[in-house]
């Protein structure tokens, strides 16, 4: 039976100067349910999610993160959890190829797959050995979800997951979603209903 990954939040707040994005935000979400960050432009959703992976800091309140009822450093949170943002900058001069060896050098994959079968999930293959910095916007958005997706972790947390996706790419998007996310928590932080269509519990930082 796999590990139960927990996050509580406990009066959180975040501001950036004089401006607060939110406060006293108490919120719990668990495995294997998929919550939705939602608001416009502005109002912290994506603020949020780097506050739940662990990469950026809350200006007061309480956030505690559990496996199995135990509790984890925040410094620790990375191990159980795959992110990815449209911020996320890829090395422009590797190869996918080569970010694809590199990526699963250092993290276990969720199932079995090739390299080949990867890329050609997310329509890459035929890109393999092409320098990042001759991918379009949305072939580099294609290239951060898969290798999120298809890394072992207990929680998938997506910013914006379709940015700079054609229809193609959207659809990549839900078969991958569709296919492998394995009953990990689910947490992805959108405007568009498009990308949080299938989760259950909505969060909503303009209320």
């Known amino acids: 039976m796999s590990p139960t990954f927990k996050i509580q939040l406990?009066?959180?707040e975040k501001n950036f100067g004089q401006q607060t994005l939110f406060k006293h935000l108490n919120?719990?979400?668990?495995?294997?349910?998929?919550?939705?960050?939602?608001?416009?432009?502005?109002?912290?959703?994506?603020?949020?999610?780097?506050?739940?992976y662990g990469y950026i800091s809350a200006s007061a309140g309480k956030i505690t993160w559990q496996i199995d009822g135990k509790n984890i450093e925040r410094e620790e949170v990375y191990k159980y959890c795959s992110f990815a943002s449209p911020y996320m900058e890829l090395p422009?001069?590797?190869?996918?190829?080569?970010?694809?060896?590199?990526?699963?050098?250092?993290?276990?994959?969720?199932?079995?797959?090739?390299?080949?079968?990867?890329?050609?999930?997310?329509?890459?293959?035929?890109?393999?050995?092409?320098?990042i910095k001759n991918f379009s916007s949305g072939m580099k958005s294609r290239l951060k979800l898969a290798l999120a997706v298809f890394s072992k972790s207990q929680a998938l947390m997506l910013d914006e997951p379709c940015t700079n996706m054609d229809k193609e790419g959207i659809t990549t998007y839900h078969q991958l979603l569709d296919k492998y996310l394995n009953n990990r928590l689910l947490i992805i932080a959108s405007n568009l209903p498009d990308e949080y269509e299938r989760c259950a519990i909505r969060l909503d930082l303009n209320r």
């Open 10 to 12: 406990e009066n959180c």
């Open 27 to 52: 919120y719990s979400f668990g495995q294997p349910q998929s919550y939705a960050l939602l608001g416009p432009n502005g109002t912290g959703k994506s603020t949020l999610l780097g506050i739940l």
């Open 92 to 131: 422009e001069e590797l190869t996918a190829s080569e970010i694809w060896d590199f990526h699963f050098a250092l993290k276990e994959q969720i199932v079995p797959i090739s390299k080949t079968e990867g890329l050609e999930i997310c329509k890459l293959n035929a890109s393999a050995n092409k320098q």
